[in-house]
């Protein structure tokens, strides 16, 4: 059996899809990624199968000069679409949402090429909106989903969001001893997600600096480039514990050890935090539809996250919910026993399975 797996080009699609590469290995004869070209820098690696690349497009609604150089880009790329679904022959494609799926799945559909798509969000988006009315099956993360999709809920099937197999929980001597941590201290992980987040970067290092009890902090920053140096510096004349990353591979090290977690609200990082059944301060990204707003919303509903809104963002809510949550074990303790009455899924297996029995 032949895989063609085609993403867009943030960590939120390329994750999944990742995982579901690795999951489906042993059970295919060839696997390619498709990936737009902006990822070629080489940064994704596969450990099977191989990566091709297409030219992306940021097409919107909105006529004007940058939408024709736009549409451009759009129609190059879905020529390199059809060259790579000609030439590697699937026996399936599937599909991880944005803009740059959309024709790849179009020209299996128009071969008659078994499809699926799966959609990491609460709510879809545009691209998976449209596609989940011509694929063959419809894969989503959170059991509300299905309620957005004007299709027949017979083609929808609850998988979760597939995670990598390496991200799992690590002891503690071992991770005191990777990040040179002391045992007794609290400690804070703060993520803006796969390309970080200047705002959440600035306003978390103003407030953990001018933290209560910051000598009692251990901070892992996960920063993306452009504000590493500037947090480096601020944290060690704050001399705060601190080890920051523009990009962290390891995850399972940073969740393992984590007594608290600040971040954004990308579906990848939620089903990470409920993996590791972690205390979350959210503050959603403001755009792209809202999705954030909404995958937010199954943690707060389920009692294991607090909510800042961005517009809201200062240093002061930041710092004053920090504080709040130092000062109260018993309420970390139950926003962490909150995980426990969700339902365990192994999403990348069950994913797999939809995608074998289409063949």
């Not at 820098?41 to 609604?61: E, N, P, Q, T």
């Not at 299996?108 to 798509?117: E, G, S, V």
């Not at 018993?330 to 192994?346: C, E, F, G, P, V």
């Amino acid at each position: 059996m032949r895989v063609l797996l085609v993403t867009g080009s943030s960590g939120g699609h390329i994750f999944p899809a990742l995982a579901l590469m690795d999951r489906l290995k042993d059970s295919c004869a060839d696997l390619l990624m498709v990936l737009p070209n902006k990822n070629s820098s080489g940064k994704i690696a596969v450990g099977c199968g191989s990566i091709r690349y297409i030219h992306d497009s940021r097409l919107g609604l909105k006529l004007g000069s940058k939408n024709i150089r736009e549409a451009y880009f759009f129609l190059i790329g879905a020529w390199e679409s059809l060259r790579a679904l000609i030439e590697f022959k699937p026996d399936v494609v599937v599909g991880f949402g944005s803009l740059n799926t959309v024709a790849l799945l179009f020209w299996a559909w128009l071969f008659r090429i078994k499809t699926i798509i799966h959609e990491q969000n609460v709510v879809p988006g545009r691209a998976n909106r449209l596609l989940a009315k011509f694929v063959d099956k419809v894969a989503v993360s959170f059991a509300q989903t299905g309620s957005y999709l004007n299709i027949s809920q017979q083609k929808v099937v609850l998988t979760g969001n597939p995670l990598r197999k390496d991200l799992v929980k690590v002891g503690r001597k071992e991770v005191l001893d990777f990040f040179d941590f002391k045992e007794g201290k609290f400690n804070i992980l703060i993520t803006g997600g796969s390309q970080g987040s200047h705002k959440l970067n600035t306003v978390c290092c103003a407030a953990l600096t001018a933290c209560h009890k910051r000598n009692d902090l251990q901070l892992i920053h996960i920063s993306g480039e452009q504000d590493l140096a500037l947090l480096k510096q601020s944290y060690a004349q704050a001399q705060i514990t601190h080890k920051v990353f523009g990009f962290f591979p390891d995850m399972q090290y940073a969740y393992s050890i984590a007594d608290l977690v600040v971040c954004r609200a990308g579906a990848t990082t939620i089903a990470e935090l409920q993996r590791f059944g972690l205390p979350a301060l959210l503050i959603p990204y403001p755009f792209a539809y809202g999705h954030q707003l909404n995958n937010a919303r199954v943690l707060l509903e389920g009692g294991s996250a607090l909510l800042i809104l961005d517009e809201e963002l200062c240093v002061e809510k930041i710092r004053d919910k920090i504080n709040e949550l130092m000062n109260e074990p018993q309420k970390l303790n139950d926003m962490r026993q909150a995980y426990a009455r969700a339902r365990s899924i192994d999403a990348a297996g069950l994913l797999a399975d939809e995608v074998l029995n289409l063949n």
